[in-house]
């Protein structure tokens, strides 16, 4: 600031302060008032008004070197990604406050700078040489916050994976350094599953494994973390999908009854054990399709249809015909804690509506989760039962489907028709 500009700025303090104590005597002057209730009346309006005042003889007494810097930033694009606070531009610049002596992510949160005071730096290296320091806020000198908590997660992670018994909520917050609550919402944000769901899963994960190799079913329950047999039995069904003596015989005794038909969209298979329907597979080759449901169930027993299960086929292939027209099929949908979330969601979605991959990671409360969320549809074997042909990518592109984006096109425009 050369003398000039220091001259003017120092007389606008002034006339601001003489206008400030102006408009407060006349204000006493005006309510009848005066005195210390005066001064406590008009003191919290004195002063933003002062500092309304002071802001606009500022700016009214800029000289052409600091308008011309204003400009300057405005005009460069790199301005808008900082008062948008944009995430995505993190990384690809960084700019520095003058009035501060830190240099900031273009999403920091910190309060909005003047312009004027903006410079714009292509790395942290260039913002460090030209003298400013990282903002304790954003902290540019790390990495993005997303990869931080990322890491935290992961190391709660795998402080579940290790622990015998599975650690408290207090127990994981603690080790995080957080108190109870954030941890909680970071850990489901992060992996789009509780604490305790994630726990539950890979207690699921060891015991199938425990099944293959154990010498008993008791000894497989213990070996997993379970601490009685009688918890381990209630859920067994959801876990495995079948009793843990089938599931540790590999299926063995499990019956499947199944059909291939033709419907409009080419061959469909239908697969169903006592529970409910488990398999509806769409595809050209009809071997094929019974290929796949063999590969699933490699030793169950596949029973070919009756009259009862005919019915059932009928069913499904007026599913698939006049989706828009829906129908209460009981199912046997086995997934992972996370991959049922998201086929949850995905069976509220309305027919004739889509969502975007990252609307439903936000809908089951992990808006970083997309890339799992699509791993989550891909993995679907309950063709528009489970309708994750409703789900697109943001700009509307279809995306990929699992038995071929004609097929998802296809059943799309039907659900359009009204």
């Not at 005066?38 to 003889?57: G, I």
């Not at 009214?60 to 930033?73: E, F, K, L």
């Not at 005071?117 to 990282?134: I, K, L, M, Y």
């Not at 039995?233 to 590999?250: D, F, H, I, N, V």
Request: charged share 25%; net charge positive.
């Amino acid at each position: 600031m050369d003398k000039g500009e220091a001259t003017r700025v120092e007389h606008a303090f002034r006339v601001g302060g003489a206008e400030r104590r102006g408009i407060e005597a006349n204000s006493r002057a005006s309510c009848g008032v005066s005195g210390g209730a005066a001064d406590a009346t008009f003191l919290l309006v004195s002063r933003k008004d002062h500092r309304e005042e002071t802001r606009d003889m500022l700016a009214r007494n800029q000289t052409p070197a600091v308008t011309a810097r204003a400009v300057t930033a405005r005009d460069d694009a790199r301005w808008a990604a900082v008062r948008a606070r944009d995430a995505s531009a993190d990384g690809s610049f960084y700019y520095s406050v003058k009035t501060t002596g830190v240099y900031c992510r273009p999403s920091c949160g910190a309060r909005a700078a003047r312009p004027e005071n903006v410079a714009f730096h292509d790395s942290r290296a260039a913002a460090e040489r030209a003298g400013f320091r990282p903002c304790k806020r954003c902290k540019p000198d790390q990495p993005p916050l997303a990869e931080r908590q990322a890491a935290q997660v992961a190391e709660l992670c795998r402080l579940i994976e290790r622990s015998d018994e599975t650690p408290t909520l207090e127990q994981l917050a603690s080790h995080a350094g957080l108190s109870v609550f954030p941890t909680h919402r970071l850990f489901k944000g992060v992996t789009g599953v509780t604490p305790r769901a994630y726990a539950a899963a890979g207690r699921a994960g060891r015991v199938r494994g425990e099944l293959r190799s154990s010498g008993s079913v008791t000894e497989a329950i213990y070996s997993a973390g379970f601490n009685s047999s009688a918890r381990f039995y209630e859920k067994s069904g959801q876990l495995l999908g079948m009793t843990p003596s089938k599931y540790r015989a590999g299926g063995t005794d499990l019956d499947i009854r199944f059909a291939i038909g033709e419907c409009s969209l080419g061959a469909i298979l239908v697969a169903a054990t006592a529970r409910g329907v488990c398999a509806i597979l769409l595809g050209d080759d009809a071997e094929e399709l019974a290929h796949d449901l063999e590969r699933r169930f490699p030793r169950a027993r596949l029973i070919g249809a009756d009259a009862g299960f005919e019915r059932l086929v009928a069913k499904v292939v007026g599913l698939v015909e006049k989706p828009r027209l829906g129908t209460k099929l009981p199912l046997d949908i086995r997934g992972t804690a996370f991959q049922q979330r998201v086929w949850q969601a995905l069976a509220q979605i309305p027919a004739g509506t889509t969502m975007s991959y990252a609307q439903i990671a936000s809908k089951i409360g992990a808006p970083r989760a997309v890339r799992a969320v699509a791993q989550a549809c891909a993995a679907n074997s309950l063709a528009v039962a489970i309708p994750c042909h409703r789900v697109v990518r943001t700009d509307g592109d279809l995306s990929g489907y699992r038995w071929g984006v004609e097929r998802k096109r296809t059943l799309l425009a039907r659900e359009a028709r009204r």
